[in-house]
Every structure is written in structure tokens, then in C-alpha cells.
């Protein structure tokens, strides 16, 4: 089991890391507790959220899957990595498959040389 709920020392209950940044994540993306009931196994939002509020504990199948569904690492979604912009993860993953392994060195110079022309659009902006 992942980290049951706990309580702080003012009785307020303290979501597990996971769920804090789940619901970061899910907000992000638009991605609703309903859309989740596959991912954990279960027939209904409600039950969605007894996970993400902590009253019951996801197994590590849950969590992995969980964080697969996000477009993060399992070491994201618990805490143990930063956590990357959610937001583009995933689409830049499928364009990146898209484009091909062989073409990724073209790609690199491309986003380079952006890079140094938004770095000199953005130096001549501060002159």
C-alpha cells in the first residue's frame, strides 16, 4: 500500500502526496473522477474518490496505472521526482513518437535554433 491518510497535529486529515498531485494534474487536463473509474478498477466517481481523499489506499497496480492514464512517471506522481509541466507531457510524447527516433537529431536543432531566437528576441527586450 501506497501511505494511508494521516492526521496532523491539528486533527486536519493530510492527503497522501500522490493525491495532491493527481488532482494538480487531473485539473490541468480536464480530466474528471468519472474518467478515472477504469484506472482504479471501480463503478463509480464516488468511489474515485474515497481514493483521492484518502479514505482507502490504492495498491501500487492502481498508483502505476494512475499515473500512466496522467501521462507521468509513478515516481512523479508520489513525490519521489518534480513533477514535469502535465500539460504538454503527454502531446509532446506522441509527437516525439510521431517524428521518429531516427529524426530526433533534426528535431533537436530545430527547437534549438527556436530557443536562440526566442533567447534573442527576449535579450533585445531587455535593452
Same mark, same amino acid.
Given at each position: 500500500?501506497?501511505?494511508? @491518510? #494521516? #492526521?496532523?497535529?491539528?486533527?486536519?486529515? +493530510?492527503?497522501?502526496?500522490?493525491?495532491?498531485? *493527481? #488532482? *494538480?494534474? @487531473?485539473?490541468? %487536463?480536464? $480530466?474528471? %473522477?468519472?474518467? =478515472? #473509474?477504469?484506472? !482504479?478498477?471501480? /463503478?463509480?466517481?464516488? &468511489? $474515485? /474518490?474515497?481514493?483521492? &481523499?484518502?479514505?482507502?489506499?490504492? &495498491?501500487?497496480?492502481?498508483? @502505476?496505472?494512475?499515473?500512466?492514464? =496522467?501521462? +507521468?512517471?509513478?515516481?512523479?506522481? +508520489?513525490?519521489? @521526482?518534480?513533477? *514535469?509541466? &502535465?500539460?504538454?507531457?503527454?502531446?509532446?510524447?506522441? =509527437?516525439?513518437?510521431?517524428? /521518429?527516433?531516427?529524426?530526433?537529431? $533534426? =528535431? +533537436?536543432?530545430?527547437?534549438?535554433?527556436?530557443?536562440?531566437? !526566442?533567447?534573442?528576441?527576449?535579450? *533585445?527586450?531587455?535593452?
Amino acid at each position: 500500500m501506497i501511505s494511508s @491518510m #494521516k #492526521k496532523d497535529t491539528n486533527r486536519k486529515a +493530510v492527503l497522501p502526496q500522490w493525491s495532491v498531485r *493527481a #488532482k *494538480a494534474i @487531473m485539473a490541468a %487536463q480536464g $480530466v474528471t %473522477q468519472d474518467d =478515472l #473509474k477504469e484506472t !482504479f478498477g471501480v /463503478g463509480t466517481r464516488g &468511489s $474515485v /474518490g474515497h481514493y483521492l &481523499s484518502g479514505r482507502r489506499e490504492p &495498491s501500487i497496480e492502481q498508483i @502505476m496505472r494512475l499515473s500512466k492514464r =496522467l501521462g +507521468v512517471t509513478t515516481s512523479e506522481l +508520489v513525490g519521489e @521526482m518534480p513533477l *514535469a509541466d &502535465s500539460r504538454y507531457t503527454k502531446e509532446l510524447s506522441q =509527437l516525439l513518437q510521431a517524428v /521518429g527516433e531516427e529524426n530526433l537529431p $533534426v =528535431l +533537436v536543432a530545430m527547437i534549438r535554433a527556436a530557443a536562440a531566437e !526566442f533567447g534573442k528576441e527576449t535579450d *533585445a527586450g531587455n535593452q
